[in-house]
């Protein structure tokens, strides 16, 4: 680790004005930052921690919608999301109890790691990300690998999904992160079902239009028979090659429409 | 009723209580007055040359001491190899310089080129990025068979090529030549053992101090061995007197192998602190240990066993490819050899077996011993080749094991060794009793109605523990001896220290030990502790590995137990008015044969040492003894295995629904300790066919270099064990009887998991000879695809 200064402060407008000063950086539950700033990859002058700001670790639910503040922790969501059981379900299922207690939903979406859980959620939700200047639709945040539309200095300070009528995330772990190898999250809404994937692409996660369109129909397994994703554009390394993930994208899509009837 | 007290008694561990309430004295929680750190700078490649090192920018900056290159070491010893291979050709193996820091190249990632020494840990690290070099990368060999090739690049400019060694072992030729010649089938398997980083929970540390008031430097390190540390690193590297040298391993949180060696960075600090004359620690991170902690395995075999008409197995021929890495680590030599060749008849009576091995330098890290040490490549290639045949025989493979099984001991195999004693048929019926065979089919049955492949692998395994004669592995190239040490110190109220030369790290000798000897004087264990783990105390043992410690340290206690008792003895009867021939000593108690006179354990003792009433002309004062134990042979504990597995058909995944495991260790102290050996044995032989795996780009780039990719097995991996040591055959030339049960369950564990998902693959009507270790989902759903 190289040194650097620590804010704590407890509202959204002082963190942003902590924000503001040269090479700061927000510091969620620390579980993919500590690492990295460990290993020395990562070097800012300030760390401004989001942790002691009451206002955005909130979960609620209101007219079929359930809002979840930036920085609660997937301990927390997994405790408090019952309103929307397939998210809560994903969230008591990442990683260990130590970082379910500290990772919060805000990291792991500014984080965007190509396989984390959340982003399949946040997109077959077609969820909106809140930050403390605007509010963006999940389609238009995701923009690939650990890339997203936030600006520097922005804060992602709630989460809004629309309760689906029914829902599953099926994640297949890789074997040594128990990160997604490939993970689908299917969602069903009256006006139709989204399909989200991740672990899988190149491109960071996604969604699976063709299983969308005729899920929309059906929503059973068997109406993705035949359908599959082609291996270009899906990720290999040591765990997986592509056409292993692409596989896997069918089995996991279906076992989730299985688990969500 | 089971026993409370000595041996049998299944005693819970007494350093448990430390370990577990934070009370633990690992090496990094020793700080020493002024000590200093120390951080390391790697190579980034696999194999470069050095061009410049320019440190002058780092030297400046705050708190750095001194920092040190590959020149500060001209000189200097480098860090030798303990083994002494010798050829098929005659030829001793060749034996690469291995500097404290590179000089002139760089041979793998993570080979150290250059060390900071600083007041604070991170200015160490600052300055250590801060220094300017020029290393010009070459190609890199990291594939065995290339680097073999003519016109390889070459590991060692001052070496012909990349091999070490090209060893032949076993039979006369024309007796295997003929076996297979007259064959009515011969299977034939080509597999890999995979490469392991052995992940002990606490990484490496080093603290080198030196005291100037009387020219002594004092090791702390985490070893499994501080004795061979100290003749290692003070006769070969420093050129340090032994009396001169301390070398402290205290507790160690785990070495599986890896904490055997004796390693650069113990030689750094050491050598540091005596030119600044400041102590120096250095701590590994997790992503040093992962390229600097020797590796384990990596072995590439072809294997052919020849069967007659009856399905007996007539020859056995191996060929293997051993990866040494870039430098040879302190015992690499010996694992694909001695300790491997040594155990390929396994459990059957195979009477014409030729070894081939060739031991190959590549530009990766070093790779030596790790828990089993040759014995599970031995024992996969064998019980791998067996299931094969009996596939291909179209035979029940437990039924071909059992009409080749060695059924009358001792037995001299044709690969040099001779067991002394052994019963596989009786731990291969107590397995099929406790994995309900009978019931198996129908298990499978149920699994197929819910989508799954079942499938049932069994294997067996046989083991050489407590290497030995040192006259014998002298002449097969140790530059050591392999007997061990204790001193039983007898206190004046009757309490006893043991120093011995055995080493625990995890083993629980500080439990098993003193109920030895509890048994021999009939006293409680609470008077008993055991010393260990420090040059200054301990008497010269060679430490801990190759599950020696019982069969060979614990010898030595129980014959200076012997001593004690006689010495004992004699002042007991002198104290009782008796002939020393009428004493009996029971529960504590010396007692004239045939009479009510008797004395205490304490009363004897204390005469020991304040001698008033004491027979001074006949005997010493004192109740110390000391003795060395050389043992005659190694033991071979044995054992059957079987493990239970459920395939997913759509994505490859393997669970292990189930594990059981009949060993036979001879006579056990305490049998608690030994199933807690055995369990995390078999979780690290599941670890080794499931889960881990050390990988390497063509480059040389470590590409499995954290957590993140190189997967342990967990918890959840690894189902309830199904324990057994029941079959008990006593080793016959130890004073104990005892076998060792350190390694068994990694090296009798893999064979019955791989035999088990292609039993599932096969009866689930694929055709699948073989997948390589480790089963990863990708890799079976792979093998099913065809
Ligand atoms: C062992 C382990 C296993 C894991 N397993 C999984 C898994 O199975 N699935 C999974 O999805 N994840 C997994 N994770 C990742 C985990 O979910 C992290 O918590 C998450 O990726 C980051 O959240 P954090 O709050 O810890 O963010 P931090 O590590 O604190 O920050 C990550 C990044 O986000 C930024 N940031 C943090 N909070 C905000 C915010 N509110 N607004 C804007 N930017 C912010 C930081 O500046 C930084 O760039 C695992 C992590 C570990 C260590």
Redesign the pocket.
Known sequence: MYSFEIESPVSVADAVAALGKEEA???????????SLKARLAAPAVLVS?SKIDE?KGISAADGVLSIG??AT?ASVAAEAGAYPALAALAA????PA?RN???I??????N?P????PAAALASGATIV?NTREIAADDYFEGMFTTA?EDG????EVRFPIPEKAAYV?F?QPA????LVGVFVAKYPDGVRVAVTGASEEGVFRWEEAEAALSGNFSASALDGLSLPAEGMMGDLHAAPDYRAHLVGVMTRRAVTAAQ | MPKDHGIGAAQKRREDVRFLTGAGQYTDDISVYGQTYCAFLRSDVAHGTIKSIDTSDAEAMPGVLRIFTGKDFEGIGGLPCGWQVTDKHGEPMKEPGHPVLAQGKVRHVGDPFAAVIAETLEEARDAAEAIVYDIEELPAVVNMKAALEEGAVKVHDDLSDNLCYDWQFGSDQADVDKAFAEAAHVTTLELVNNRLVANPMEPRVALGEYNRANDESTLYTTSQNPHVIRLLMGAFVLGIPEHKLRVVAPDVGGGFGTKIFHYAEEAFVTFASRQLNRPVKWTSTRSEAFMSDAHGRDHVTKIELALDAENNFTGLRTDTLANMGAYLSTFSSSIPTWLHGTLMAGNYKTPAIQVNVKAVFTNTVPVDAYRGAGRPEATFQLERLVDKAARELGVDPIALRRQNFIDSFPYATPVAVEYDTGDYVATMDKLEEMIDRQGFEARREESRKRGKLRGLGVNCYIEACGIAPSNLVGQLGARAGLYDAATVRVNATGSISVMVGAHSHGQGHETAFPQVVAEMLGIDESMIDIVHGDTSKIPFGMGTYGSRSLAVCGSAMVRATEKIINKAKKIASHLLEAAEADIELKDGQFTVAGTDKSVAWGDVTLAAYVPHNYPLEEIEPGLEETAFYDPSNFTYPSGAYACEVEVDPETGRVEILSFAAADDFGNVVNPMIVEGQVHGGIAQGIGQAMLENCVYDENGQLLSASYMDYAMPRAEDVPFFQVDHSCATPCTHNPLGVKGCGEAGAIGSPPAVVNAVLDALNAGGMTVDHIDMPLSPHRVWKAMQG
Do not use: M, W
């Open positions: 950086q927000a510091l969620g539950g620390g579980q993919t930052l500590i690492p989001l955005i930036g920085g997937h299922n990442i990683g260990d970082v500290r990772g919060t805000g990291g792991s979406l500014a984080n790691d396989a984390a859980c959340y930050t936030l922005e804060i992602v300070t994640k772990e992160s128990r990160f997604a």
